[in-house]
């Protein structure tokens, strides 16, 4: 028998996890509060390891041969600190609610949905050809630019495209049959900014995009222009970003990623340093963009499948850094 501690918000991946894996594994969970001892303890007999966050003062113990991110993005994970004997995966399954959510988004904005929703409940016809007023917008048609094209910029692209967007996109290397109308390169950022009515943040979050979209390139986009952000919080730089909507420099956002988090000491706070909840420009969702039941069982399936390739030899899938004997 083996055994995997599941630790923090890969915890939620259990069940999952225990209805698909087909090899004797005893999965073990560890919560996000869990203190230094209980994390040496579990994680010192363990045999893998499924986590989100990772760093120095977590040390594994001798019989873990495989660190499994349980998630994709792997900028709260200290690599260097992971013993080179160990594999490093990674795991996906999120894009496709991901891409379902943006699409959500730009239908939302350009038909008004929740604005009307929330206006004609209160009694008013606002919005209706029965009383005058102008009618709304339609996404067909409209320009979507997506920056980063990896497994949830493809998703994005796919759906955006079958509803009549054009798509552009933005990406650190070439790809083959882009589900795109014009790939640019990452150095043509500021060249696609101001050519989008959407544009959206499906990129990693590294030293080379932390900060990536900042006040110099929030003036390139259009007056109109609304940013969705799926990717991480600090790829916008703060401050920047709220000056730009408090002033209506753009359009819009739709924020889905933060810059604070809950924590076992701060279990609710305001996910900024500033007040986007007063503006009115602003759509806000707490991280919940690819938290669907879908990504239950495909994201359990990927960690069950390396649970199983551990346990017999086989491949490992989604491979971030392989196990280094010696």
Not at 38 to 62: K, N
Not at 242 to 256: E, K, P, S, T
Not at 274 to 303: C, K, Y
Request: aromatic share 6%.
């Amino acid at each position: 028998m083996y055994e995997a501690v599941l630790h923090g918000i890969a915890a939620a991946y259990e069940a999952s996890v225990r209805e698909q894996v087909q090899t004797p594994w005893r999965l073990t969970v560890l919560p996000e509060r869990a203190g230094p001892a209980a994390i040496a303890a579990a994680f010192g007999r363990a045999d893998a390891v499924v986590l989100t966050r990772f760093d120095r003062s977590m040390p594994l113990g001798p019989k873990v041969r495989l660190v499994q991110v349980g998630g994709a993005g792997l900028d709260a994970v200290d690599l260097e600190a992971i013993p080179r004997r160990i594999a490093v995966c990674n795991a996906f399954g999120h894009e496709d609610g991901m891409a379902e959510y943006v699409i959500l988004a730009i239908l939302a904005w350009r038909h008004r949905l929740l604005e009307m929703a929330a206006s004609f409940k209160t009694g008013s016809w606002r919005f209706s050809g029965h009383v005058g007023d102008p009618p709304h917008g339609e996404a067909a048609g409209a320009t979507l630019g997506i920056v980063g094209l990896g497994r949830i910029g493809r998703a994005i692209a796919v759906r955006a495209r079958a509803l009549g967007l054009r798509v552009l996109a933005c990406n650190r290397s070439p790809l083959p049959d882009p589900p795109v109308d014009e790939l640019l390169p990452w150095s043509r950022l500021d060249e696609l900014l101001p050519r989008v009515d959407f544009l959206v943040l499906a990129c990693a979050l590294d030293p080379t995009t932390c900060g990536l979209i900042d006040s110099r390139r929030l003036a390139l986009l259009r007056h109109d222009a609304v940013l969705v952000n799926v990717a991480r919080g600090p790829i916008c730089v703060e401050a920047d970003l709220f000056a730009a909507l408090r002033d209506r420099r753009i359009g819009g956002a739709v924020l889905d990623v933060w810059w604070r988090y809950p924590s076992p000491d701060d279990p609710s706070p305001r996910p900024s340093a500033f007040p986007f909840h007063e503006l009115d420009n602003v759509v806000m969702t707490p991280h919940a963009s690819g938290w669907t039941d879908g990504l239950f069982r495909r994201r359990g399936g990927q960690i069950a499948h390396n649970l199983d390739a551990l346990a017999t030899g086989a491949p490992l899938i989604n491979l971030v850094r392989p196990a280094v004997e010696g």
